[in-house]
């Protein structure tokens, strides 16, 4: 399948200041470009900033960022799903995942995520896509928002809203492990019934949950 990337680009005004919203960002700008120190929700900012660049050399790669200056201050990753996930067991090639969106404490409650995820969804490509994201309340800052679990989970399905994820059931184990975590995604505008179907199908493994 080829995989067309279309740059697209905002401006956020923000209290700290003026950010740019932008991507794909191709991996040699990405790796000229600063990454903030607070960037650590999976792993250190280092180890992050190397992984973003390796996912935007993948054919699927998708790397949008949110940049002050010269400095990535926040960031969504789109990818095939891993493997090891439920999600490719349909070999589906017009099946994506968010794998990550995360922004710097500073710039959180200024509308950084919903511009990286509108952004996103800007490029015209994605409409031949199915993107889905799986959100598990275990990644969530809960201790750096002060929100529980169900506060944050509001929070982020109006983020996910902003870029047209909605909620969709599942049986899928970790999902079904709490119930604030859900999988939600976005059926693009030409993806074939038959796609739809494949998706449904891993959706639901376990038939009596329809």
Same mark, same amino acid.
């Given at each position: 399948?080829?995989?067309?990337?279309?740059?697209?680009?905002?401006?956020?005004?923000?209290?700290?200041?003026?950010?740019?919203?932008?991507?794909?960002?191709?991996?040699?700008?990405?790796?000229?470009?600063?990454?903030?120190?607070?960037?650590?929700?999976?792993?250190?900012?280092?180890?992050?900033?190397?992984? !973003? !660049?390796?996912?935007?050399?993948?054919?699927?790669?998708?790397?949008?960022?949110?940049?002050?200056?010269?400095?990535?201050?926040?960031?969504?990753?789109?990818?095939?799903?891993?493997?090891?996930?439920?999600?490719?067991?349909?070999?589906?090639?017009?099946?994506?995942?968010?794998?990550?969106?995360?922004?710097?404490?500073?710039?959180?409650?200024?509308? !950084?995520?919903?511009?990286?995820?509108?952004?996103?969804?800007?490029?015209?490509?994605?409409?031949?896509?199915?993107?889905?994201?799986?959100?598990?309340?275990?990644?969530?800052?809960?201790?750096?928002?002060?929100?529980?679990?169900?506060?944050?989970?509001?929070?982020?399905?109006?983020?996910?809203?902003?870029?047209?994820?909605?909620?969709?059931?599942?049986?899928?184990?970790?999902?079904?492990?709490?119930?604030?975590?859900?999988?939600?995604?976005?059926?693009?505008?030409?993806?074939?019934?038959?796609?739809?179907?494949?998706?449904?199908?891993?959706?639901?493994?376990?038939?009596?949950?329809?």
């Amino acid at each position: 399948m080829e995989h067309k990337k279309t740059y697209n680009a905002m401006e956020l005004k923000t209290k700290h200041g003026r950010i740019i919203i932008e991507g794909p960002v191709p991996p040699h700008e990405l790796q000229t470009l600063d990454f903030h120190e607070e960037l650590v929700a999976f792993r250190p900012a280092n180890q992050q900033h190397k992984a !973003v !660049v390796g996912i935007a050399e993948l054919p699927e790669g998708r790397i949008i960022i949110a940049r002050s200056n010269n400095t990535i201050v926040g960031y969504a990753t789109f990818l095939y799903p891993d493997p090891l996930e439920r999600w490719s067991e349909g070999n589906m090639e017009n099946l994506i995942e968010l794998g990550a969106i995360e922004v710097i404490p500073k710039f959180r409650g200024s509308g !950084v995520g919903k511009a990286l995820l509108k952004t996103s969804m800007m490029d015209d490509a994605l409409e031949d896509f199915i993107v889905i994201t799986t959100e598990y309340y275990w990644h969530w800052d809960l201790k750096g928002t002060g929100l529980n679990v169900w506060e944050y989970r509001k929070i982020m399905e109006k983020m996910m809203q902003a870029g047209g994820l909605e909620y969709y059931a599942t049986d899928e184990p970790e999902i079904s492990s709490h119930p604030a975590n859900c999988l939600m995604a976005k059926i693009g505008s030409r993806v074939d019934r038959e796609s739809v179907q494949k998706f449904d199908q891993l959706r639901f493994k376990h038939r009596y949950m329809y």
